[in-house]
């Protein structure tokens, strides 16, 4: 894919999650390719109607969830996007990471896979799964005295 056509996709592709609703799912046809490939901490599923579910689920538990692209870096046929999401606007919680998406000469995205760290960026927060978590990942630490905290 040349320059060009994978900057028109990358950003593309970087619109459709940042202005994301539960009506622009079905446009996910046209964003993936027919066999992509869509994995996360959670899910790894293949083809457009299984990424649609994904996001419909997503979607029952937070109708306002949003993405933000922080930034984005592009070579060949693939691109790092380095994003922010926010569950639900109206609280802090929000989880940074990092996706791999390949496209092909289309500019449809054949393998997306998302990077996030689930334990410290979301079950550390929550009420339930919270203290355990926070106590393992202390646990886990080298020096915990030289750690930094958000």
Known sequence: MDTSNLEQAVARYCH???????????????????DALFADPFNRVR???????????????????????????????RAFLRWTFRPDPSRPLSIEGLSRVEFDSAGRAVSHRDYWDSASELYARLPLTGPPTRWLLRRSQAEPGDQVSD
């Open 16 to 34: 459709f999650f940042e202005t994301l609703s539960r009506g622009d799912l079905r446009q996910l046809d046209a964003l993936f390719a027919p």
């Open 47 to 77: 083809g457009p109607a299984a990424i649609r579910r994904i996001f419909e689920h997503m979607f029952r538990h937070w109708p306002q969830a949003r993405f933000d692209v922080l930034e984005s870096c592009a070579q060949e046929d």
